[in-house]
């Protein structure tokens, strides 16, 4: 199974922060990767697809990027209603394997 | 509008079985593969099983498979899974997503999730 490790596990930001999530894949997924946020009591949102391509409905500060082993999540300006814990997801093949998320706490 | 409603969750003894439903409505629910995923307490995201639109092909993570089917009523717009064998590490939150398209796309919606608890 492909393994993605996420990095860091957590971090602590102010609003207005430029913030960077990392995913790496234990091989090669082309660009078969989404990135996922999750507030507490809730399910999964989807923010990216296809590495690099926002969901409709997604604010334009939320940017992904990267290809084959290497992932970035970007949010470039941390809003109150970002902090939540975020995770990536390979969609290269099965079994589906997400990486271990990242908590993103108000500083 | 997309809505996905889990339902069937509850507490169970080890080794015994429940069956999870997932009603969907607000989409053309079988050109869509759908994915269950779970959640343990305080722990992240781990997938269990893809179902394809027709339902003709599943997939399954290694910690359920030979015990988790993944089936889906396509004249209902229903998910289900038949869970046995269960296991205390399969307590935790199930969520059931749908994809974009098809197999090994992103799930673009998600239902709140139900809660299986298996305990003695």
């Known amino acids: 199974a492909i393994q993605m490790t996420q990095s860091p596990s957590s971090l602590s930001a102010s609003v207005g922060d430029r913030v960077t999530i990392t995913c790496r894949a234990s091989q090669g997924i082309r660009n078969d990767l989404g990135w996922y946020q999750q507030k507490p009591g809730n399910g999964p949102k989807v923010l990216i697809y296809?590495?690099?391509s926002l969901q409709s409905g997604v604010p334009s500060r939320f940017s992904g990027s990267g290809s084959g082993t290497e992932f970035t999540l970007t949010i470039s300006s941390l809003q109150p209603e970002d902090f939540a814990t975020y995770y990536c997801l390979q969609d290269h093949n099965y079994p589906r394997t997400f990486g271990q998320g990242t908590k993103v706490e108000i500083k | 509008e997309v809505q996905l409603l889990e339902s069937g969750g509850g507490l169970v003894q080890p080794g015994g079985s429940l069956r999870l439903s997932c009603a969907a409505s607000?989409?053309?629910?079988?050109?869509?593969?759908m994915t269950w995923v779970r959640q343990a307490p305080g722990k992240g995201l781990e997938w269990v099983s893809d179902?394809?639109?027709?339902?003709?092909?599943?997939y399954y993570a290694d910690s359920v498979k030979g015990r988790f089917t993944f089936s889906r009523d396509n004249s209902e717009n229903t998910l289900y899974l038949q869970m046995n064998s269960l296991r205390v590490e399969d307590t935790a939150i199930y969520y059931c997503?749908?994809?974009?398209?098809?197999?090994?796309?992103?799930?673009?919606?998600w239902g709140q999730g139900t809660l299986v608890i298996v305990s003695s």
């Open positions: 607000g989409f053309t629910f079988s050109s869509y593969a």
């Open positions: 179902i394809s639109g027709s339902g003709g092909s599943t």
């Open positions: 296809d590495a690099s």
């Open positions: 997503a749908k994809s974009r398209s098809g197999l090994g796309t992103t799930f673009d919606h």
